[in-house]
Every structure is written in C-alpha cells, then in structure tokens.
C-alpha cells in the first residue's frame, strides 16, 4: 500500500524558514519520481517541486527558484522540501505526491498534507 505522510508545516514569520518531510513508503523510490504541490485557500492546487531520483533531475516552479529545494534520502524514505526567505504568499497546504513513473507527472497517490503559514 503507498503512503506518503507530510510533515513539518507551521506559523514563520516572513523571510523565514521551514522544512518539509514527506514520509514515503509501499513503492520503489527508483521507479517514481515524487513532487510538491501547494493549495492555498480559494486558489487551485499547483505545482512547487518535483525529483526524479532515478533521471537525476528536479524541477522548480518559477515562483519558488531560488528559494526551495527538493532533496531525498533514499534510505530513511523521505523527500524534503527546504523552504528559505518566505513570503505571505506561500500560505498554503503543502501536498507531497507520487507519480506514475519515474517522470514527473501523472501523479496517482498523495498525502494528506501540511500546514504552512507565513506571517508579514
């Protein structure tokens, strides 16, 4: 069975930072690549992050370039996202996602997120 549980969420103030922990387990880390979604509230669900741990690549979406970076550690199951100088707009849940294959997209199983708020 996959799960992925998120953790690490909270209240910083603006220009702070914040980790996340996505806890992974029931598949192959090699043989999927695994993102970061945010939802904030009233807005659509989209994209910060994704590693493809087997191609070698992540990717960022542009608001969050030089802030954030994704990592992993294959042998404790987690996947990171290291979030530096935050701004009020990246209040959001932030969700950590599995995809269908070692490319990201197509994701097919998500966790049930974590709270992150960022005060001005």
């Known amino acids: 069975e996959v799960q992925l549980v998120e953790s690490g969420g909270g209240l910083v103030q603006a220009g702070g930072s914040l980790r996340l922990n996505c806890a992974f387990s029931?598949?192959?880390?090699?043989?999927?690549?695994i993102g970061w979604f945010r939802q904030a509230p009233g807005k659509e669900r989209e994209g910060v992050s994704c590693?493809?741990?087997?191609?070698?690549?992540?990717y960022y979406a542009d608001f969050v370039k030089g802030r954030f970076t994704i990592s992993s550690d294959n042998a404790k199951n987690t996947m990171y996202l290291q979030m530096n100088s935050l701004k009020p707009e990246d209040t959001a849940v932030y969700y950590c996602a599995v995809a269908s294959g070692r490319l990201c997209g197509d994701y097919d199983y998500w966790g049930q997120g974590t709270q992150v708020t960022v005060s001005s």
């Open positions: 029931g598949f192959t880390f090699d043989d999927h690549a």
């Open positions: 590693i493809s741990s087997s191609e070698g690549n992540t």
